[in-house]
């Protein structure tokens, strides 16, 4: 909640016809949606400590090469020392300037980054501003601010959890008590918990310094270096909707306090005003203060001339200069034809020159001579780990010039992390966090399975489930597809059931694709509608799916579902527009009225679900011959997942959400009569937005679901009642689930934090038998010794599995596990501390000194192929059993197929 501020005096301003409200500094109660929130984070928190699976593991698999988009960077001038946030992959830290990193803002109630800002004065001191500043489709609202006084190894929360987007964290040069917050507000709707924020107390109170309304929020904010009561702030209006996104409006500007946010003046001479002006970013020059540029997002409508003829579009970016500390400015001489910017607009400027100053859009821009004339950074791109891509990947979000050494530049994008010493000439792609933004996977049944999945601008992907990520060692994973720009945007992805050489890929409004992996030949196969009807309407994310009757079969869906018989040569509509057909006043420049989930009955060829983003749902029991309108009784939500069981005809699941309206209210429902009627499932579910039901492919009633929050939740009595699965999964966006059903995994897909895999075997024979017993040790998977490369009998530890043992406790003990190999010899005594409930324990293969070793040179102690028995000791309890040790069988290592 946010909390009491110090006082002064409110005043109300109206400048060039703006109502700019300086808030008097009292408290700012949060609505009924913080409430919602907190008490649904309580809850969270609750079932994830209450649950007998508390104590098991997720797997991070990566992959790591591709990159995720950055939004924050800071570091510690002359030293390794770095902090990275990711949009939706919480804050990582490296103290050896990025070969290896550590989350260490990953168990908090958010994990979208605004910002972040170290003391100046106290290099300890670190506050992060969370929910992402991008205010993207897909951009996830944050929960305030977050302090550290022990450089990221504890956190505290500081409030103001309802400006759910914060622009800017900007800490006092010599006081780091003394903190402004740019806040950009919520994303899909209205609010009064925008604006400026200030601190003088380190975050023990909040005074909410500047409001212009209910739609514009803080973008931006840089100080004065010689006065840094001297603040500048751009504001900007921005309003998006399911179907639109504004991203400009009266409310945008600039404004400047001379005494530290008591009062405000709206900067305007030789700077545009009106229902036009974008976003804007500030940069102040430290060599000469009077200096101050802004790289404006211009928004006004121009003609211009294409080979089809005249289009209407906006005018594009500019850049402003002011020699009078922004009292007056003008426009530099930059052609916008050659330089593209989205929502975003950053600007620096190096330390020691006020000329030179560095512009991020879509590219990276820089002038060496104060504006007058512009150049594009693409430079030369080394990658860490191995990528196929040489460009600088597209959409600049950060740049941080170390104030100490103005060559070497950290350049946060799309693509990651990329760090420079000669000014942007060359580039190191620091990618080596797994940060991938996933919408969708699948899971095949080679053995071992492979995991495929498109992500937003780092394109569509596929690796093994078997790999352990291991530092200094390449991803194993692979595009599907790539751009010349090292990413774009993918979605669902699929391979052929019949040939894995076939993968289907799908990218944003539609663009359906064909690949054969062994030629690379890529067709594209997006059905068009009948010759005279309306165009189609696409969504950002058009589903698909293979038949599981007919693996020659595709179902597509634009706002009416198509069906190929040939893999996507050819398509036939077997439904009407699905939608509600919106009209005029749920149209703008997003599609809307479009099919985003469908799912096919493993029981009944031709029984088929459908759900749209406007809140229908259908059902067809003949291939579409007849459609059934199925939403009654649902709320009119975005439609985020529909599921046909695999264990009883009729059954279906329907998953909502509210995200687009700021709603974070939980949406499940189930029906066993074809969506005649519904039965609402959210029981005991904290309230997070639902973005995936998945049921289980062979225990009838076990259901799994993914939230936003981070949330995976799995119900043993088809939604009766649900627990917590989060165990140490960090706290992420599950954007999608997949079983494999051979091996017993859940496998997930996290928007901001790869692909991570659980375990199923002890959730599944966890019953109330096991329950009642002192202790019980589950069967144990075979482990694989790791493959040896071709060299010195070194070994390549990522292929390796390591023994995982599952047991349970009724009591809390102190454990000691024993492990005997041939001759019953011991070779390994591993303690540990067991608690009451489901417990994991790992074996690295590695062997007690003294033990028998392999015979290979230079090979780590581990131990040889064979039968192991295994006994845990804790207290009374004696638990006992068997495993094997498997030796390798020497596939090519690092390659995926």
Request: proline share 7%; net charge negative; hydrophobic share 35%.
């Amino acid at each position: 909640m946010m909390k009491p501020a110090h006082r002064h005096v409110g005043v109300m301003l109206l400048i060039f016809g703006i109502g700019i409200a300086i808030a008097p500094a009292q408290a700012t109660p949060l609505g009924a949606d913080g409430e919602t929130r907190q008490e649904s984070w309580r809850k969270h928190l609750a079932l994830s400590a209450s649950s007998p699976f508390r104590n098991l593991h997720w797997q991070s698999l990566g992959p790591r090469f591709q990159g995720g988009r950055v939004e924050a960077i800071d570091a510690v001038p002359g030293t390794g020392v770095i902090y990275v946030g990711f949009g939706a992959g919480n804050v990582w830290k490296t103290v050896n300037n990025g070969l290896t990193w550590t989350p260490i803002f990953e168990h908090e109630p958010t994990f979208t980054i605004g910002d972040l800002a170290i003391s100046p004065s106290n290099p300890r001191i670190l506050y992060v501003g969370t929910g992402e500043n991008l205010m993207a489709r897909s951009s996830f609202a944050g929960w305030g601010v977050f302090k550290s006084t022990d450089g990221g190894q504890t956190w505290t929360h500081l409030g103001l959890e309802e400006t759910h987007h914060i622009g800017r964290v900007v800490v006092h040069p010599k006081n780091p008590d003394i903190v402004y917050i740019a806040a950009l507000g919520r994303l899909f709707s209205n609010n009064k918990e925008r604006g400026v924020f200030k601190t003088e107390d380190g975050g023990k109170t909040w005074a909410h310094v500047l409001f212009v309304d209910e739609r514009t929020g803080a973008a931006d904010l840089v100080l004065d270096p010689s006065d840094p009561e001297t603040v500048y702030v751009s504001t900007n209006e921005h309003e998006r909707t399911a179907w639109n996104n504004k991203e400009h409006g009266p409310g945008s500007g600039i404004f400047k306090s001379k005494d530290g946010g008591k009062s405000w003046k709206r900067l305007t001479k030789g700077f545009p005003t009106g229902p036009y002006v974008g976003r804007i970013g500030l940069a102040v020059a430290p060599s000469r203060p009077d200096v101050v540029y802004a790289f404006l997002a211009n928004q006004t409508p121009v003609e211009v001339e294409t080979k089809e003829g005249k289009r209407t579009s906006a005018t594009g970016p500019e850049i402003y200069r002011s020699d009078d500390k922004g009292e007056t400015w003008r426009k530099c001489p930059m052609r916008s034809d050659r330089f593209r910017m989205g929502f975003f607009a950053d600007i620096f400027v190096s330390p020691e020159n006020a000329d030179v100053f560095y512009a991020l859009g879509q590219n990276l821009m820089t002038s060496r001579d104060g504006g007058q004339t512009f150049s594009n950074i693409h430079g030369s791109v080394i990658h860490l780990y191995s990528h196929p891509s040489r460009a600088l990947h597209l959409d600049q979000h950060d740049l941080w010039i170390d104030p100490s050494d103005p060559d070497r530049l950290i350049l946060g994008n799309d693509g990651g992390l990329y760090q420079s010493t000669d000014r942007g000439s060359t580039w190191l792609h620091l990618n080596n966090i797994p940060a991938g933004e996933f919408y969708a996977l699948s899971v095949d049944d080679a053995d071992p399975y492979f995991i495929y999945g498109g992500t937003q601008d780092n394109a569509a992907l596929f690796g093994p489930a078997d790999r352990l990520p291991e530092d200094g060692i390449d991803d194993p994973w692979r595009y599907v597809w790539i751009d010349l720009w090292g990413g774009g945007d993918s979605y669902v992805t699929a391979v052929d059931p019949t040939d894995p050489n076939t993968i289907y890929f799908e990218q944003q409004f539609g663009n359906f694709q064909r690949k054969n992996v062994k030629t690379g030949e890529i067709k594209r196969i997006r059905p068009e509608g009948p010759k005279g009807d309306h165009p189609l309407r696409f969504n950002w994310m058009s589903p698909f799916i293979v038949s599981r009757h007919n693996p020659l079969t595709l179902y597509f869906g634009a706002n009416m579902l198509f069906k190929s018989l040939s893999r996507g040569d050819r398509w036939t509509a077997i439904s009407p527009d699905l939608s509600s057909k919106p009209g005029p006043d749920r149209q703008g420049n997003v599609p809307y009225g479009t099919i985003t989930t469908i799912s096919e009955s493993p029981l009944q060829p031709g029984l088929l679900y459908v759900g749209t983003d406007d809140g229908r749902v259908w059902a067809t029991r003949n291939d579409g011959a007849v459609w059934d309108d199925i939403a009654a009784g649902l709320p009119g939500k975005w439609i985020s997942r529909v599921e046909a069981s695999a264990h009883e005809l009729g059954g279906v699941y329907v998953a909502l959400t509210g995200y687009r309206e700021d709603d974070f209210a939980t949406y499940l429902f189930k029906s066993k009569d074809y969506g005649k009627a519904w039965r609402p499932i959210v029981s005991n579910l904290p309230s997070e937005q639902v973005n995936v039901i998945r049921e289980d492919p062979r225990k009838a009633g076990v259901l799994y679901v993914g939230t936003d929050q981070g949330g995976v939740y799995a119900s043993f009595d088809d939604g009766a009642a649900w627990t917590s699965l989060c165990a140490d999964l960090p706290t992420t966006a599950v954007h999608d689930i997949a079983v494999q059903g051979r091996e017993r995994e859940l496998v997930i897909a996290t928007h901001g934090r790869s692909i991570f895999k659980l375990d199923l075997s002890p959730v599944l024979d966890f019953t109330s038998e096991v329950a009642a017993k002192d202790g019980h040790l589950f069967p144990v998977r075979p482990a694989l010794l790791p493959q040896s490369r071709d060299y010195n009998g070194d070994w390549a530890l990522e292929t390796r599995k390591p023994a995982v043992f599952h047991y349970f406790l009724k009591q809390g003990r102190d454990v000691t596990l024993r492990l005997y190999g041939e001759k019953d010899k011991l070779v390994r005594t591993i303690p540990a501390k067991g608690e009451a409930g489901l417990n994991a324990m790992t074996w690295d293969l590695g062997l007690d000194p003294g033990s028998q070793v392999q015979s290979l040179p230079q090979a780590s102690r581990l131990a040889a192929a064979g039968t192991y028995r295994l006994e845990i000791e804790a207290g009374p309890v004696r638990l006992s059993g068997s495993f094997r040790v498997d030796a390798p069988d020497q596939p090519r290592v690092g390659r995926p197929r």
